[in-house]
């Protein structure tokens, strides 16, 4: 059973940091993309960032750029979101999502991000206030 | 960037009817070299993570009722519950995931209930 379980949610002061933990398993994890994607409080959601399956690969969103990093151990089973200089509007659910990677692309070879996201962790709670 | 827009915002349908949610992408999520449309549809319930329904715009996915399906191509795409049953009260998103670099952006999610 594919299983994405996310940590280390909580509250912070604005300008503080935090470091989100997703450990995977029932799937090969070293075989996709993993992401991050947020939920504030009532809205709607929004991909935050990912990386691709070795760990040479980032994507951001623009308004994290430069304060948020994602990483990844294939040895551990987990992706970790480092969240720095966080801001009053970084308060949301933050969820691990795991890009799909189909019987198609292994035969292809296909190694990119453009693919949807297939499974979603329960969420961890960040909530930035002072 | 791509920006995603849903219609309506809040949709309620009697147990048994059709339920129809559109998603218009600001440009194509049709790539031309596969023919596909990177577009998917995710449910989610209250208290829950979101759950994929569909993906390349029309392809169900595995375990998902069949009387979900998802339709269209280029800019303007459709989710279709063919006999709404109560378990579908939920809020349902579009999501493109065609921009380059990888943006994902989702539509402002529409609230499905019953009438």
């Known amino acids: 059973e594919v299983q994405l379980v996310e940590s280390g949610g909580g509250l912070v002061q604005p300008g503080g940091s935090l470091r989100l933990s997703c450990a995977a398993s029932?799937?090969?994890?070293?075989?996709?993309?993993m992401n991050w994607v947020r939920q504030a409080p009532g809205k709607g959601l929004e991909w935050v960032a990912n990386?691709?399956?070795?760990?040479?690969?980032?994507y951001y969103l623009d308004s994290v750029k430069g304060r948020f990093t994602i990483s990844r151990d294939n040895a551990k089973n987990s992706v970790t979101l480092q969240m720095n200089s966080l801001r009053v509007e970084d308060t949301a659910v933050y969820y691990c999502?795991?890009?799909?990677?189909?019987?198609?692309?292994?035969?292809?070879?296909?190694?990119?991000?453009?693919?949807?996201?297939?499974?979603w962790g329960q969420g961890t709670l960040v909530t930035v206030s002072s | 960037d791509i920006v995603m827009t849903q219609s309506p915002d809040s949709l309620a349908v009697s147990l048994g009817e059709r339920a129809t949610i559109n998603c218009k992408s600001s440009?194509?999520?049709?790539?031309?070299?596969?023919?596909?449309?990177?577009l998917a549809w995710y449910q989610q319930k209250a208290g829950q993570p979101p759950k994929l329904l569909i993906y390349?715009?029309?392809t169900r996915e595995s375990g998902v009722p069949d009387r979900f399906s998802g339709s269209g191509s280029g800019t303007d795409f459709t989710l279709t519950i063919s006999s709404l049953q109560a378990e579908d009260v939920a809020v349902y998103y579009c999501?493109?995931?065609?921009?380059?670099?990888?943006?994902?952006?989702f539509g402002q999610g529409t609230k499905l209930e019953i009438k």
């Open positions: 999502a795991r890009l799909t990677w189909s019987p198609s692309d292994r035969s292809d070879g296909y190694d990119g991000p453009y693919r949807n996201l297939d499974f």
């Open positions: 029932g799937f090969t994890f070293s075989n996709h993309w």
């Open positions: 990386i691709k399956r070795d760990g040479s690969q980032t």
């Open positions: 440009q194509s999520v049709l790539y031309s070299s596969n023919k596909k449309n990177y």
């Open positions: 390349w715009a029309s």
């Open positions: 999501q493109q995931y065609y921009d380059s670099p990888p943006g994902y952006t």
